[in-house]
């Protein structure tokens, strides 16, 4: 019982070693108090918004026209396709569950048999 307690005492004993000096590392003030880097777009809107913001404008009514393009050519697809999975939804709604295997059929670690 004697060599576990020193053996525990040891272990404390180590832990509180000091192997980073007197004082915990501080964060660097000068990196968190300093300007932040802007990107180098970030000057091109600065130097004229109008200019950036047409081209925005620009690419917002491209990615609208794609977008409506896309699922305005769908939407039959689309619903044919939503009727179906409804009708199969339904289908496999009226169907019973298969019956579970007998204990002595059931395999080791098998998903559709009853614990032990």
Partial sequence: MGRIWGGLALAMLAGCGDAGGDYPALMPTDRLLAEPALPA?????????ETVGSMLDGRARSLAGRAGTAAGTGDATLQRRAEALR???GALSQQLPPAAPADGDCPQGGADCSPN
């Fill in 87 to 89: 009708d199969r939804a």
């Fill in 41 to 49: 777009h970030a000057l091109d809107a600065a130097q004229s918004p």
